[in-house]
């Protein structure tokens, strides 16, 4: 034990989870096993830190707005929180096909973590404990309490890992160094040194944010305003799509220039960064300032997006700057952009080193393979960005409380989800950076998307106990009607009449010669569903609160049917491969052709799977022919 304690004593209340860090992870982790019937207890180091967002205040984007719909179908909570607080909705990339549509929010900050906040005080067998833990109790290899600073144990029987960017961190601009946690919050000191004494590997990561301003100092009329959505789509499939059709605040568009890009290159020594003084590793796809000045340097401007920390607070984001330089420097630089010539900072930006774990030593449901009843998720996985964390949290709880109830851990394949996508990145492939997910990863994007993911995970949520009977039932008359109307629209035929003459004039839609099916006009690029009202003399009548959804459903199924089909197929193949099971106690030295490297690489990486170990670097096809042909022996 590495810390310094008056006395110590034992909690008379023993718990069956313990949740340590009560950010997007955390939050979802206890949740998940509280409502699961476990006795749950969630430590952070302020309770004033419940589902902070200490960077951009917003859910959601590109491949992460699927990430939290999968959450919510699953039985989550991130979703349902994010419709009660945003403050302007966006459905990105609708000019491309619907398997990269991506929701985004932007929130109300604050009233995001208070809400968060209620709902967790007001869940039935979950605590909220305010300490910082230095210590995991175990005995044999396994997880029999926590250690709070006081020197209290509170015995457990299982622990989850959502300390975020909070072990040992350390905020960083120009020369300034504070070892705090983001938001200038407490930093988690002497947790770390106990983890490694468990022999977790541990690294050292960064990331950063930029800085806010004061809005009566920003200048809008030399900026481009940017709107949500005219009807907005609702995150939760629970959110009734009316309750979200609210007034919402605008953002704004501006540009850095080559001023500013000059300021930046003659201080950039000055940059903790480029000096030195950081020695962490930052997220390749979300960078600095300096790192696009420098990068980039043919580009004379970058998007600059100014956005609201909420309704009732002044402080402004600045997305797309954020930065480590110097408060001198970081008044001058951004005083060089349209509209913030005048601009005051409340906050400065400021970059945050902080400790993280390896995740190749978790198995796929975010157990340590070393340590018995310990999981871990989140930022501390060493991924980025709340939803990842969010939904590895959820995954975290729901296994922690299966390992409790007997069951077999829920493990997602990357073909079922944008989450199993992301867990099995992490824990097969060696990463020197904060993961961000992006719809690139996911090889079967067509079937993953974030308009399906009810469709894809709510019986496992079900299944899991997460999901209600009465959401259940919802979900499979929505799947009935679905399939009724697609049958019918195949059937359905329409011949050349005047008035199908008209609309497909009217459309710039090819003539048609004899009939044709209202499924095969709708497959035509300029036709949709809705545009086929018109001729469609025998649509149903959809119930209000499921009419959006179905015909969404319908249009995409028949538009799409070839495409989807021939992923399923390529998902069949996939399928064989996760099937097939490698045995826990497997002796990889004594399967001979194997190659030496395939060899270390396996006994490192324990895969479970011929489906997993084919992902792992350093082994190849001829290597996972070897194993196949071992196990059929």
């Known amino acids: 034990m590495r810390f310094s304690a008056n006395s110590v004593w034992v909690s008379k209340d023993a718990y069956d989870v313990a949740v340590i860090g009560a950010g997007h992870a955390g939050c979802e982790a206890a949740l998940a096993a509280a409502r699961l019937g476990f006795h749950t207890i969630m430590f952070t180091v302020s309770v004033d830190s419940v589902a902070l967002m200490p960077c951009n205040p917003n859910i959601g984007g590109s491949s992460k707005g699927h990430l939290v719909r999968e959450l919510d179908a699953l039985g989550g909570e991130m979703g349902r929180v994010i419709d009660r607080t945003f403050i302007q909705s966006k459905m990105l990339n609708k000019s491309k096909g619907p398997a990269v549509h991506s929701l985004r929010a932007q929130a109300d900050k604050a009233n995001y973590s208070r809400t968060m906040r209620q709902v967790l005080e007001n869940q039935e067998n979950l605590e909220i404990k305010q300490a910082e833990v230095v210590n995991i109790v175990t005995q044999d290899k396994k997880v ?32 300034v160094s504070n070892n705090t946690g983001p938001n200038g919050l407490q930093a988690a000191n002497h947790l770390t040194d106990c983890l490694k004494e468990l022999g977790i590997k541990m690294y050292r990561f960064k990331t950063g944010t930029p800085a806010r301003i004061d809005k009566n100092s920003v200048d809008f009329d030399k900026m481009e305003e940017q709107f949500g959505d005219e009807r907005v789509v609702p995150f939760s499939f629970t959110t009734n799509p009316k309750d979200v059709q609210i007034d919402q605040v605008s953002c704004w568009l501006t540009y850095t220039n080559p001023a500013t890009h000059d300021i930046i290159r003659k201080n950039i020594d000055r940059s903790p960064l480029f000096s030195g003084m950081i020695e962490g590793t930052g997220p390749r796809y979300c960078p600095s300032i300096e790192d696009k000045v420098v990068k980039f340097a043919d580009k004379d401007r970058h998007q600059v997006f100014i956005e609201p920390e909420g309704l009732e607070t002044n402080e402004m984001y ?8 110097p ?25 945050i080193e902080y400790d993280c774990i390896d995740a190749r030593q978790l198995k796929p449901s975010l157990e340590f393979r070393d340590i018995e009843g310990l999981f871990s998720g989140g930022q501390f996985n060493g991924s980025s960005g709340y939803e990842e964390a969010a939904a590895q949290g959820l995954i975290a709880g729901i296994n922690a409380a299966r390992k409790l109830q007997g069951k077999e851990a829920v ?25 961000r997910m992006m719809t690139s990863r996911a090889e079967y994007r ?6 399906n993911a009810d469709q894809r995970l709510t019986k496992i949520g079900y299944e899991i106990g997460l999901i ?45 010669a004899s009939g044709a099916s209202l499924a095969e006009l709708i497959r035509r690029p300029e036709l949709s569903y809705r545009i086929l009202d018109e001729i469609d003399e025998a649509r149903p009548e959809f119930p209000e609160d499921l009419a959006e959804e179905v015909m969404e459903q319908v249009e995409i199924s028949i538009k799409y049917e070839g495409y989807i089909n021939r992923q399923k197929k390529q998902v069949e193949q996939f399928k064989k491969l996760e099937s097939k099971k490698i045995p826990e106690n497997i002796d990889y030295d004594k399967v001979k052709s194997l190659r030496i490297e395939a060899v270390q690489k396996l006994k490192e990486y324990r895969p479970v799977s011929i489906g997993q170990a084919s992902r792992i670097s350093g082994v190849s096809p001829a290597d996972i022919s070897v194993l196949l042909v071992y196990l059929s022996m």
């Open 411 to 435: 493990v997602l394949d990357r073909s079922e989800a944008y989450i199993g996508v992301l867990i099995d990145d992490l824990v097969t492939k060696e990463s020197h950076e904060p993961y």
């Open 468 to 512: 209600s009977e009465e959401r259940y039932q919802k979900l499979l008359k929505k799947e009935e009607l679905v399939q009724k109307e697609v049958e019918r629209l195949k059937s359905t035929n329409v011949g050349t009449t005047e008035k199908v003459r008209k609309l497909l004039e009217t459309y710039k839609s090819t003539p048609l």
């Open 318 to 325: 600045i997305g797309g700057m954020s930065s480590s330089l």
């Open 446 to 451: 067509l079937l993953l998307r974030q308009d």
């Open 327 to 351: 408060e001198d420097v970081q008044y001058a630089m951004y005083r060089t952009v349209p509209g913030l010539e005048n601009v005051k900072i409340v906050r400065n930006a400021y970059a």
């Open 144 to 175: 029999t309490g926590v250690q709070i600073l006081s020197g209290a144990i509170f015995p457990c029987r299982v622990v989850i890992l959502c300390t975020g960017t909070y072990l040992r961190a350390r905020c960083i601009y120009g020369e």
